[in-house]
């Protein structure tokens, strides 16, 4: 069984465009979170989120918004994506000391 | 900025084992410390988190010094398959907040 699911695996798009990644944990945790993992390994926070508080880097841009429908799921939604998006995006879930993460979904915008 | 400093990369053979040390000077009272591994093309992946002293588990051993500015993860018999990038954290733990990860360490093991 797959604790942190995500969907896509790989993403390829246009500049310009808006996409989604879904994100799925069947672990019961409380508190789901986005990372951003640049070409140069480097896995940056992008946002922790509860049922209660959101809390987002102040660093990331505005297109980058959470949905959440319920607490299993926390997707990331892009608008007007840029070259610089491009990365892998990793979920996770847990407390912010314990986290599981997801595989990862590698994103490129041509 | 991370809170933690850790080499950027580590290189070893099969059998040996392998101690990567962290340097956390300025940890908090309620701060645990955490080590993850991540493997090419996959997620960080939880290894082992300690207070104080000496913990270890089915994978690895930390050792925690009483000042608990540092810390050292230690692999006993490493194998090829152990090559990944090894990243230490501390955070006070809770379900708020943001882990930060610093850059890690690559350990490269060879035959």
């Known amino acids: 069984d797959t604790a942190v699911s995500q969907t896509p695996k790989y993403l390829v798009t246009q500049m310009g465009n808006d996409k989604s990644i879904k994100c799925e944990q069947n672990l019961g945790h409380d508190t789901m979170y986005w990372y951003k993992q640049d070409s140069k390994k480097f896995l940056k926070i992008m946002f922790s989120y509860n049922n209660k508080e959101l809390i987002i880097n102040e660093t990331v841009p505005n297109r980058f918004s959470p949905k959440s429908p319920d607490k299993a799921h926390l997707n990331l939604h892009i608008n007007s994506l840029e070259l610089g998006d491009s990365a892998v995006y990793f979920c996770?879930?847990?407390?912010?000391?314990?986290?599981?993460f997801g595989p990862g979904t590698r994103l490129t915008v041509l | 900025l991370a809170k933690t400093t850790q080499p950027i990369s580590m290189d070893s053979y099969e059998g040996q084992e392998v101690n990567i040390t962290c340097s956390h000077n300025n940890i908090a009272t309620n701060d645990y410390i955490t080590w993850y591994q991540q493997f090419p093309s996959q997620g960080p992946r939880f290894i082992i988190q300690g207070y104080k002293t000496k913990v270890t588990n089915e994978v690895a051993s930390l050792f925690i010094p009483a000042d608990r500015k540092s810390s050292t993860l230690s692999l006993p018999r490493v194998s090829l398959s152990d090559t990944a990038v090894y990243y230490c954290?501390?955070?006070?733990?809770?379900?708020?907040?943001?882990?930060?990860f610093g850059k890690g360490t690559k350990l490269s093991v060879k035959p």
């Open positions: 954290l501390v955070d006070r733990g809770g379900s708020q907040g943001n882990l930060i």
């Open positions: 996770a879930s847990g407390r912010t000391d314990t986290q599981y």
